[in-house]
């Protein structure tokens, strides 16, 4: 049965001390925005005002009050790749990318046929997301309509932003994994007008990656986008060397992978393409132009040999980036541990990566998937009129991180011990739109 959420339409007010990025770090060296004993009013799951404790106190005297001091207040966080299906698959190492795929990820995707045994996957994929903070995820769906109906019944069910799809897919998988353009447009359709825009539930169309997909495949997605407002789409691009060879063989007419995408129409401002380690110039210049995102998701590209990601290139070009924590591929649900492992990723490049801050990894991890996804109105930090999505960390006493917490010599200390030690065991409390969705024990 799906949960309904009772969102008070009565002040609460929350002090903590928080911190978000209301702008890019990337832009604005003086992004990070930190409160030590901060104030956030909310009512109706929508934040009125933020900002120091005694001025926000001041306009709602008598707001009952929610202590949160002694841990971390963050913006909740946004994962923009995430694989449904692969929860159970994860730890699959000393593969590169396609061996991986056929030996871990799509044996487990086809027993997604079985409705109850999805059922059962959704769950504790949803409940991962919760536990770690995640409370918005562009997921990659199933390859079978029933699995996906499942997975948006219980995502309503656990209260969490889910913008997701059915993956498609007709040749070079599994055969019981393939598809047609026909039936994968019937089938997205059905899911598009039962599902998108219904609660926090929006629709991806979601083409594995051209590897895949044929370009008739390609051109029903094309299809299903333009017919249907504020639909995302989501797929894989220059992941692995190996990979893009093969796609450059499949399309010899394309000027390159993204080519595959644009000319079905595919690629504008509500897309997200994930991991585009190997990109050419055109690549990025044309990214930039559409306003496309790329979710960089560092411990999948480390896991599976695929290389570093030219966050300074993406930059340079303009492109919009995010983090994704690539579940299975990747090791783990936490944004926490996918933005230190960006950071070590840069470090190891030397001139040719990007110094990174805590800010810079607050923001990644929460405003800049916001802004890739189109919600930037909605969530992804603690603004005025946005809704109160938000993850709290207390982490347990006798920890090497409530010692840190207890003697952080100001916000940015402070937040990088956050990134740097952080774990799903650190998060006490999760809300989405003013509601708890997770509280720790």
């Given at each position: 049965m799906t949960q309904t959420f009772q969102t008070s339409a009565d002040p609460v007010l929350y002090r903590a001390t928080f911190m978000h990025t209301p702008r890019s770090p990337f832009a604005d060296a003086e992004a990070l925005h930190a409160e030590d004993d901060g104030g956030l009013l909310v009512a109706g799951g929508t934040i009125l005002a933020s900002g120091p404790w005694a001025e926000v106190r001041a306009q709602a005297p008598e707001a009952p009050v929610t202590d949160l001091r002694g841990g971390l207040l963050l913006p909740g966080f946004v994962d923009t790749h995430v694989h449904y299906p692969q929860v159970r698959v994860v730890g699959g190492l000393g593969m590169p990318l396609l061996d991986w795929l056929d030996r871990n990820a799509l044996p487990e995707e086809a027993r997604l046929a079985d409705e109850g045994y999805a059922r059962a996957v959704a769950r504790e994929f949803l409940g991962a997301l919760a536990m770690?903070?995640?409370?918005?995820?562009?997921?990659?769906?199933?390859?079978y309509a029933g699995a996906m109906h499942a997975f948006f019944e219980e995502a309503a069910t656990s209260g969490l932003r889910t913008v997701a799809g059915l993956v498609?897919?007709?040749?070079?998988?599994?055969?019981?994994?393939?598809?047609?353009?026909?039936?994968a447009y019937a089938e997205g359709r059905a899911l598009i007008e039962r599902w998108h825009g219904r609660g926090r539930a929006l629709y991806a169309v979601t083409p594995r990656f051209s590897l895949s997909a044929s370009e008739g495949l390609l051109d029903a997605c094309g299809a299903?986008?333009?017919?249907?407002?504020?639909?995302?789409f989501t797929s894989h691009i220059n992941e692995n060397v190996t990979e893009v060879e093969v796609v450059r063989g499949l399309f010899p007419e394309a000027r390159d992978y993204l080519d595959t995408y644009e000319r079905a129409g595919l690629v504008g401002r509500r897309s997200v393409l994930a991991h585009n380690v190997w990109p050419s110039d055109r690549e990025l210049g044309a990214?930039?132009?559409?306003?496309c995102s790329?979710?960089?998701?560092?411990?999948?590209?480390?896991?599976?040999?695929?290389?570093f990601f030219p966050l300074r290139r993406h930059l340079a070009a303009g492109v919009h980036v995010s983090l994704g924590s690539d579940v299975g591929g990747g090791t783990g649900f936490s944004l926490l541990k996918e933005g230190v492992q960006a950071y070590f990723m840069q470090q190891l490049m030397g001139a040719d990566g990007v110094a990174l801050t805590p800010a810079h990894l607050l923001y990644l991890?929460?405003?800049a998937g916001a802004e890739a996804l189109d919600l930037g109105d909605l969530t992804g930090d603690f603004s005025a009129g946005r809704q109160f999505d938000a993850v709290h960390l207390s982490p347990p006493p006798g920890t090497p991180l409530a010692a840190v917490y207890a003697h952080a010599e100001g916000p940015g200390r402070l937040l990088a011990a956050t990134f740097a030690s952080g774990t799903q065991g650190d998060v006490a409390r999760v809300w989405v739109g003013g509601d708890e969705v997770y509280a720790r024990g």
């Open positions: 770690n903070g995640t409370t918005t995820a562009l997921v990659f769906g199933a390859h498609v897919g007709d040749r070079l998988l599994r055969p019981e994994l393939h598809t047609t353009p026909e039936r299903l986008l333009r017919e249907f407002e504020g639909v995302r990214m930039a132009e559409h306003r790329a979710a960089h998701c560092p411990c999948s590209n480390s896991a599976l040999g695929s290389g991890a929460t405003r």
